[in-house]
Nanobody
Framework: QVQLVESGGGLVQAGGSLRLPCAASGLTFSFYTMGWFRQAPGAEREFVAAIRWTAGITNYADSVKGRFTISRDNAKNTVSLQMNSLEPEDTAVYYC?????????????????WGQGTQVTVSS
């Protein structure tokens, strides 16, 4: 079955950086658009970034543009989120998601598979 496993979360001070890898299995990774979402306590799950299954097209939420970078390695079946200049408002559980052959959409309903999430906490 399809599995998405996030890692790399932790506690970091404001201004710091973290890299979140997501390892995918059970799917033909190169045919899947991959996304990152996050959910803060008491808030809805929100879109962070996505990278298309081909051509390397990316999409970012306005709140993370210029600070976060999404990338993928099809040979290793991984997608990563590099997060720089972290702010306390970035504190959330971060989820990896996948959808087959899709565009870099921001709607949760577009994604077929989800990981369990990894906690990111940014202290001020």
């Amino acid at each position: 079955q399809v599995q998405l496993v996030e890692s790399g979360g932790g506690l970091v001070q404001a201004g710091g950086s973290l890299r979140l890898p997501c390892a995918a299995s059970g799917l033909t990774f190169s045919f899947y658009t991959m996304g990152w979402f996050r959910q803060a306590p008491g808030a809805e799950r929100e879109f962070v970034a996505a990278i298309r299954w081909t051509a390397g097209i990316t999409n970012y939420a306005d709140s993370v543009k210029g600070r976060f970078t999404i990338s993928r390695d099809n040979a290793k079946n991984t997608v990563s989120l590099q997060m720089n200049s972290l702010e306390p408002e970035d504190t959330a559980v971060y989820y990896c998601a996948a959808k087959r052959l899709g565009s870099v959409g921001a709607r949760k309903s577009e994604y077929d598979y989800w990981g369990q999430g990894t906690q990111v906490t940014v202290s001020s």
